[in-house]
């Protein structure tokens, strides 16, 4: 019943969150350019922008860290090249109109340097659009008065944590834990808080930035829109829109 009920409250976060990122990045793409998609697995990002902006292979760029993935695009023709997102990406300045990082930056070591790249290879007035878990979250918060792990993260590299319920964690069934694996997909390593994200966006020379949150955990689906605007400091998921600042 417990975890029902917080796997219904997190359907709805997330699936806000990203109907939500999802029109900021059309809106970035209206008028033409090239984006980045920064986690790009193999591409499904490029077949949801084909179909509501209308964009073309040439202007999709991706950038993945699991080997294999990268590979599997190519033969659907699609740019997307192997590269690990805590090192300098891989592209000249003022490349893209448009960055996006949709549930990636908590899965790396080095995530301020990462923004600072996705600032470079911006063109001026670009846009950059992040999702990323909150760690400031009143159930983290709860969990860790407990004792327990908390439940964005940092977590442990281990699997048997994960089975034995110490990482309290609310996922479909299709997803594997994959803690010890070379390029883990679910285990977060260095989490933000509303507030430092916001700022920290600001410092390195981002303006408009604009941060909506989603998911005031422990409340019930039918409060949310009300307490997610009142109080986004604590919610689950944030979803932040920044401009690279013209000069």
């Given at each position: 019943m417990f975890r029902r009920y917080f796997k219904n409250v997190y359907e709805r976060t997330m699936g806000e969150a990203y109907g939500l990122a999802?029109?900021?990045?059309?809106?970035?793409?209206?008028?033409?350019?090239?984006?980045?998609?920064?986690?790009?697995?193999?591409?499904?990002?490029?077949?949801?922008?084909?179909?509501?902006?209308?964009?073309?292979?040439?202007?999709?760029?991706?950038?993945?860290?699991?080997?294999?993935?990268?590979?599997?695009?190519?033969?659907?023709?699609?740019?997307?090249?192997?590269?690990?997102?805590?090192?300098d990406l891989p592209f000249e300045s003022g490349k893209f109109t448009c960055v996006f990082a949709l549930s990636v930056l908590e899965h790396l070591l080095n995530g301020c340097h990462f923004l600072k790249e996705c600032h470079r290879v911006l063109q001026d007035k670009g846009t950059l659009t992040l999702i990323t878990p909150n760690i400031s979250t009143y159930f983290t918060i709860a969990l860790l008065l407990l004792g327990n792990m908390p439940s964005t993260g940092p977590h442990p590299d281990s699997t048997a944590l994960v089975q034995e319920g110490e990482l309290f964690k609310v996922r479909s069934e299709e997803m594997v834990p994959d803690p010890e694996s070379h390029t883990p997909v679910f285990r977060h390593l260095v989490v933000f808080s509303f507030r430092a994200l916001k700022k920290y966006l600001r410092m390195i020379g981002f303006s408009d930035?604009?941060?909506?949150?989603?998911?005031?955990?422990?409340f019930p689906n039918f409060m949310q829109p009300v307490l997610e605007r009142i109080d986004p400091y604590h919610c689950h998921?944030?979803?932040f829109t920044a401009k690279k600042s013209s000069r």
């Amino acid at each position: 019943m417990f975890r029902r009920y917080f796997k219904n409250v997190y359907e709805r976060t997330m699936g806000e969150a990203y109907g939500l990122a999802s029109r900021e990045i059309v809106r970035a793409l209206e008028n033409g350019g090239d984006c980045l998609d920064c986690g790009a697995g193999g591409g499904h990002w490029f077949d949801k922008l084909s179909d509501l902006v209308g964009i073309d292979k040439s202007r999709y760029y991706g950038i993945e860290w699991n080997p294999e993935l990268p590979n599997d695009s190519r033969n659907k023709g699609l740019n997307i090249i192997h590269g690990d997102l805590n090192n300098d990406l891989p592209f000249e300045s003022g490349k893209f109109t448009c960055v996006f990082a949709l549930s990636v930056l908590e899965h790396l070591l080095n995530g301020c340097h990462f923004l600072k790249e996705c600032h470079r290879v911006l063109q001026d007035k670009g846009t950059l659009t992040l999702i990323t878990p909150n760690i400031s979250t009143y159930f983290t918060i709860a969990l860790l008065l407990l004792g327990n792990m908390p439940s964005t993260g940092p977590h442990p590299d281990s699997t048997a944590l994960v089975q034995e319920g110490e990482l309290f964690k609310v996922r479909s069934e299709e997803m594997v834990p994959d803690p010890e694996s070379h390029t883990p997909v679910f285990r977060h390593l260095v989490v933000f808080s509303f507030r430092a994200l916001k700022k920290y966006l600001r410092m390195i020379g981002f303006s408009d930035v604009v941060g909506r949150c989603f998911g005031l955990y422990p409340f019930p689906n039918f409060m949310q829109p009300v307490l997610e605007r009142i109080d986004p400091y604590h919610c689950h998921q944030m979803v932040f829109t920044a401009k690279k600042s013209s000069r």
